[in-house]
């Protein structure tokens, strides 16, 4: 364990450190709204990659909806991830409502088509609740209660008593 005084001299050094990255970041973004297609494309390869997710996750929140909309498949898809699901819930909610409403079903449709197991439900159902789109969330029970996976079916047991 670090003594109190490592502890105060690593918080010395880090403050400025982390100010000075908030600076550049903020910066950046401006450079990085000119060219809307190409950092759209590089913020899905780096989300799809892995590589520098962490960092293009945090790059899109500065960012805003309007580089957040054409990435909602890509977000979807990550709120399957266990790690990742948490920072794609919290980027989705940066969505207007209106907005959320019209692109994110039809995201969650598509990637229950592609990865239509137990975890994928839930984690959709997760998804819908956080968002608070309530009727798709009871469409996606509709078809969990229907499903012959017995876990399935447990989705919407959990999730389905939500108006």
Not at 36 to 45: G, P, Q, S, V
Request: proline share 4%; aromatic share 6%; with cysteine.
């Amino acid at each position: 364990m670090s003594s109190e005084s490592d502890q105060n001299f690593d918080l010395a050094s880090a403050w400025p450190q982390a100010l000075a990255a908030a600076g550049s970041l903020a910066s950046a973004a401006g450079s990085l709204r000119r060219d809307e297609i190409e950092t759209i494309a590089r913020l899905r390869d780096a989300i799809r990659g892995g590589t520098d997710r962490t960092a293009a996750i945090l790059v899109l929140r500065c960012l805003g909806d309007v580089f957040i909309q054409p990435l909602v498949g890509d977000l979807v898809a990550l709120a399957l991830s266990h790690r990742d699901a948490p920072a794609a819930r919290q980027l989705l909610g940066q969505l207007a409502y209106s907005d959320s409403t019209r692109l994110v079903p039809p995201a969650v449709w598509g990637q229950l088509e592609e990865t239509g197991d137990y975890d994928a439900y839930r984690r959709m159902a997760e998804l819908l609740k956080y968002l608070g789109l309530y009727p798709a969330l009871n469409e996606l029970c509709r078809y969990a209660a229907d499903s012959v996976d017995e876990d399935i079916r447990e989705v919407a047991a959990d999730f389905g008593t939500i108006q």
